[in-house]
């Protein structure tokens, strides 16, 4: 923790990337974003930012086929995670498919607060007392069998997922190989949302948030954003940091 301009103590964020890089960076950005939001008017710049660690690691690409490579994933995670574990107060994987591996991760008994998109999207789902959602991911993540991250979240909501999951997928993949730029993925994505007869549609991708940029009548959920806002607030609150909570709330 690092102390604050009150003399209090804030907690440190952590972000695990890879997979992909690109979506860290977007986690982080939308930490920023979250504290600069909670700070107000009252916001200094550099000297209220969070401190935030992250490692990318590239061989956590393999989750796309997380069947095929469970183990060298889970292998490489799981040193990622020890390293982070140790130098940040609550910590965050930026990418939906991997927090399959939450409740390993818990059984680590590492320093740090894990916070999983599967925690942070089911205190949405609750507080926003929805009944239907769209479910948008990787062909893991939209499966919903043994290895999508939300599989029991059918147990909160009725899940609707599109039609054409080999071209969801193949979507994020060119969203990864492309980079999110390319002109050609937001019609598709457009496509595939209008597709869907759920008003709530969760991007539960982490390289779909890079493309949302597009015009529908849908509610889009970005589940990066929901966990940008659980690790700032962690940041901000506790016994250490309840002056500078206080102050900004």
């Known amino acids: 923790m690092r102390p604050t301009r009150e003399g209090a103590t804030r907690a440190s964020i952590g972000i695990v990337a890879g997979s992909g890089p ?34 990318s690691e590239p061989t956590l690409g393999l989750s796309m086929d997380l069947q095929e490579n469970e183990d060298i994933v889970w292998h490489s ?7 982070i574990a140790v130098q940040a107060d609550a910590y965050a994987i930026a990418c939906n498919t991997l927090n399959l591996f939450a409740p390993r991760i818990a059984s680590l008994g590492l320093p740090g607060e894990f916070v999983s998109f599967q925690s942070a999207l089911s205190a949405w789902v609750a507080s926003n007392r929805v009944d239907r959602i769209a479910l948008l991911g990787a ?40 980079g999110s730029r390319d002109p050609s993925l937001r019609p598709r994505l457009q496509t595939l949302v209008e597709g869907l007869t759920s008003d709530h549609v969760i991007l539960a991708c982490t390289e779909l948030p890079l493309i949302s940029d597009i015009e529908t009548g849908k509610r889009l959920i970005d589940v990066t954003d929901l966990v940008a806002r659980e690790l700032v607030d ?12 206080a102050r900004v709330q």
């Open 22 to 55: 690109e979506a860290g960076i977007d986690l982080w950005s939308k930490v920023l974003a979250r504290n600069q939001t909670l700070f107000g008017e009252q916001f200094r710049g550099d000297l209220d930012a969070p401190r935030v660690v992250v490692l």
């Open 77 to 83: 995670l799981k040193q990622t995670i020890a390293a």
């Open 139 to 178: 062909a893991p993540v939209t499966s919903l069998g043994p290895w999508s991250a939300y599989r029991s979240l059918s147990d909160l909501v009725a899940i609707e997922t599109p039609a054409d999951t080999a071209e969801l997928h193949n979507l994020i993949l060119d969203v990864k190989r492309l």
């Open 234 to 245: 962690r940041s901000l609150a506790g016994a250490q940091g309840q002056a500078s909570a």
